[in-house]
């Protein structure tokens, strides 16, 4: 079974920036898509980005485009999320996720398309 644990959360001021990491233990994460996703208390878990497993596909919602970058690393057994530009309403907390995909160039948006979850990261932006 995958274990993802995420590294890189933190306090931050509004308008810094913070770059959080997923790794997988154990293996690579060749042929996963991977997602973040966030959960501020009292609300559901949102989709924040997701990136294909060759990396050439990437996708954000709109409270995010432009600010926030997913991206493969080169040991292909991490994803990076590099958040700048912070809002106190990007607090939450942060959460990575994986699943197989059927070929390079799909990735996924929904909480339920993932398998795998890590246990998450705290983000807080203070104003």
């Known amino acids: 079974q995958e274990q993802l644990v995420e590294s890189g959360g933190g306090l931050v001021q509004a308008g810094g920036s913070l770059r959080l990491s997923c790794a997988a233990s154990?293996?690579?994460?060749?042929?996963?898509?991977m997602g973040w996703f966030r959960q501020a208390p009292g609300k559901e878990r949102e989709f924040v980005a997701a990136?294909?497993?060759?990396?050439?596909?990437?996708y954000y919602p709109d409270s995010v485009k432009g600010r926030f970058t997913i991206s493969r690393g080169n040991a292909k057994n991490t994803v990076n999320l590099q958040m700048n530009s912070l809002k106190p309403e990007d607090t939450a907390v942060y959460y990575c996720?994986?699943?197989?995909?059927?070929?390079?160039?799909?990735?996924?948006?929904?909480?339920?398309?993932?398998?795998?979850w890590g246990q998450g990261t705290q983000v807080t932006v203070s104003s």
């Open positions: 996720a994986a699943r197989r995909a059927l070929n390079g160039i799909l990735l996924y948006t929904d909480v339920g398309d993932y398998v795998y």
């Open positions: 990136i294909s497993w060759s990396g050439g596909n990437t």
């Open positions: 154990g293996r690579t994460l060749n042929n996963y898509a």
